[in-house]
Every structure is written in structure tokens, then in C-alpha cells.
């Protein structure tokens, strides 16, 4: 929590002082690659357990995931990707910077249309993002009419957790307050949400290619002989 209360959106992190013969030292947060490609990546083995699920929302199979800025709360349902089980798969993250000419600063904000993080204020979050200003413009109009959040959702102290069952009071206020806001109105309500002048993105490639053997991948032993069904 220390090295994330020094993050800076624009600025980024100070890298700290590193003895490369003591791996203690490299233990700091937020976790980073420490070089390009994919010997430096993130390797990961999901079981997608596709037999036990059932999806209401789609007739696929896969795993939905999305990128997103480590200072913002991640719209996987309005934002998702989804990748293909069975498959070993290669993501390319890249990432996309937004810098200010040195000038920008000395217009107003109506009209350069954005903002630095400095001059914006947000009621539920620290950070200022456009991303982070929708959502909190979100989280408090649903407050205030419903007087509850989402357990998802930022909120302050005091405010209770909505029932989420679609039919009770709380489901059908809060469903119609996101119909209301899908509905043009958002860019009204949630108007003063401006993109930041210096900003960061993701966007990714991702390439695949089929898994052999797919009935000996769950399996744990040495031989054939002594093969069983690993506990998770």
C-alpha cells in the first residue's frame, strides 16, 4: 500500500533502489515486468471447468477477461474479450500514451476539452480518469435514488449494499437508473466527464494455437501408471 500511495497518473512511479543479488528487494508493488517479450511475462493455466457452468448470457464457452488501467475499476461486462479454451494462448499487451504539449496546460479546460489529473476532483476515487469520473457519477446518482450500491461499486460509509435479485426493489431501481443513463442521458448527466490530457491505454493482439494431448493436461505423475486427477 506504500508504493501504490506514491502512485502519480501522469508522473507514474519512482522506480525504487534495487540490489539485483538480493530478490527481496525486487518484492514492491504494483508487481512489473522487468523486460519485453515473453520470457518476462505472465504465465497463467486455467481450468475453465466448462462441464460445471452454465452461462444465461451467451450459448459460447470461453474466458472473458478485459484490460484495464490499474487505477480504475474493470467494466468486464460492458468491455469484455473473450479467449478460446483448449487453446495455448500469446496476448501482446500495448500499451498507448497520451502526452501534453508543454502549451496545453495554459488554455482552459472547455477548450482543449480535457483535463490533468490536478485539476479535477472525484467524490469516490482519488484518481481522476474520465473512466473513474463516469463511474463515480454512476455510483452516485444510484445512491441517491436507491439509497444503496452495488457490492461492485465504489461508495461511502454508511451507504448499504443492494439487494441484487432482479425483481426486488432495490434490482428494479437500480435497473432502471442504468436504463435511464444508457439511454443518451448519460452524456448529460455524466457530462463534465472529460478525458485527461495525458493518458494511458491498452490494446492487445493475441495469437493461438491448439493444445496436444488435451486428456494427459490435467494429470499429475510422471508415468501413465500412476497418473491421477490433480485435487483442484
Same mark, same amino acid.
Given at each position: &500500500?506504500?508504493?501504490?500511495?506514491?502512485?502519480?497518473?501522469?508522473? #507514474?512511479?519512482?522506480?525504487?533502489?534495487?540490489?539485483?543479488?538480493? &530478490?527481496?528487494?525486487?518484492?514492491?508493488?504494483?508487481?512489473?515486468?522487468?523486460?519485453? #517479450?515473453?520470457?518476462?511475462?505472465?504465465?497463467?493455466?486455467?481450468?475453465?471447468?466448462?462441464?460445471?457452468?452454465?452461462?444465461? &448470457?451467451?450459448?459460447?464457452? #470461453?474466458? $472473458?477477461?478485459?484490460?484495464?488501467?490499474?487505477? +480504475?475499476?474493470?467494466?468486464?461486462? +460492458?468491455?469484455?474479450?473473450?479467449?478460446? *479454451?483448449?487453446?495455448?494462448?500469446?496476448?501482446? $499487451?500495448?500499451?498507448?500514451? *497520451?502526452?501534453?504539449?508543454?502549451?496545453?496546460?495554459?488554455?482552459?479546460?472547455?477548450?482543449?476539452?480535457?483535463?490533468?489529473?490536478?485539476?479535477? *476532483?472525484?467524490?469516490?476515487?482519488?484518481?481522476?480518469?474520465?473512466?473513474?469520473?463516469?463511474?463515480?457519477?454512476?455510483?452516485?446518482?444510484?445512491?441517491?435514488?436507491?439509497?444503496?450500491?452495488?457490492?461492485?461499486?465504489?461508495?461511502?460509509?454508511?451507504?448499504?449494499?443492494?439487494?441484487?435479485?432482479? +425483481?426486488?426493489?432495490?434490482?428494479?431501481?437500480?435497473?432502471? $437508473?442504468?436504463?435511464?443513463?444508457?439511454?443518451?442521458?448519460?452524456?448529460?448527466?455524466?457530462?463534465?466527464?472529460?478525458?485527461?490530457? +495525458?493518458?494511458?491505454?491498452?490494446?492487445?493482439?493475441?495469437? &493461438? $494455437? #491448439?493444445?496436444?494431448?488435451?486428456?494427459?493436461?490435467?494429470?499429475?505423475?510422471?508415468?501413465?501408471?500412476?497418473? *491421477?486427477?490433480?485435487?483442484?
Amino acid at each position: &500500500m506504500n508504493e501504490w500511495s506514491k502512485w502519480d497518473y501522469e508522473k #507514474g512511479f519512482v522506480m525504487p533502489q534495487i540490489n539485483v543479488f538480493d &530478490m527481496k528487494s525486487h518484492l514492491f508493488y504494483p508487481i512489473r515486468q522487468w523486460g519485453p #517479450g515473453k520470457p518476462y511475462g505472465f504465465l497463467m493455466l486455467i481450468d475453465a471447468n466448462t462441464d460445471d457452468y452454465y452461462c444465461p &448470457m451467451s450459448d459460447a464457452e #470461453g474466458i $472473458v477477461f478485459t484490460l484495464h488501467n490499474s487505477i +480504475e475499476i474493470p467494466h468486464v461486462k +460492458e468491455f469484455p474479450s473473450v479467449l478460446d *479454451t483448449n487453446k495455448e494462448i500469446y496476448i501482446k $499487451v500495448n500499451p498507448d500514451v *497520451t502526452f501534453a504539449d508543454s502549451d496545453i496546460p495554459d488554455l482552459s479546460s472547455e477548450k482543449r476539452q480535457c483535463y490533468f489529473g490536478n485539476e479535477q *476532483t472525484l467524490k469516490l476515487f482519488r484518481p481522476y480518469t474520465r473512466t473513474n469520473c463516469i463511474t463515480d457519477c454512476i455510483a452516485n446518482r444510484i445512491a441517491k435514488t436507491c439509497n444503496c450500491s452495488y457490492f461492485y461499486m465504489p461508495r461511502e460509509k454508511g451507504v448499504r449494499i443492494c439487494n441484487t435479485e432482479v +425483481e426486488s426493489p432495490d434490482g428494479k431501481c437500480v435497473e432502471a $437508473v442504468n436504463h435511464y443513463l444508457r439511454t443518451s442521458i448519460k452524456r448529460l448527466i455524466c457530462g463534465h466527464c472529460l478525458a485527461l490530457c +495525458e493518458e494511458l491505454d491498452y490494446t492487445y493482439e493475441a495469437t &493461438m $494455437v #491448439g493444445l496436444q494431448n488435451l486428456s494427459q493436461i490435467w494429470l499429475n505423475g510422471s508415468t501413465s501408471e500412476n497418473n *491421477t486427477n490433480p485435487d483442484w
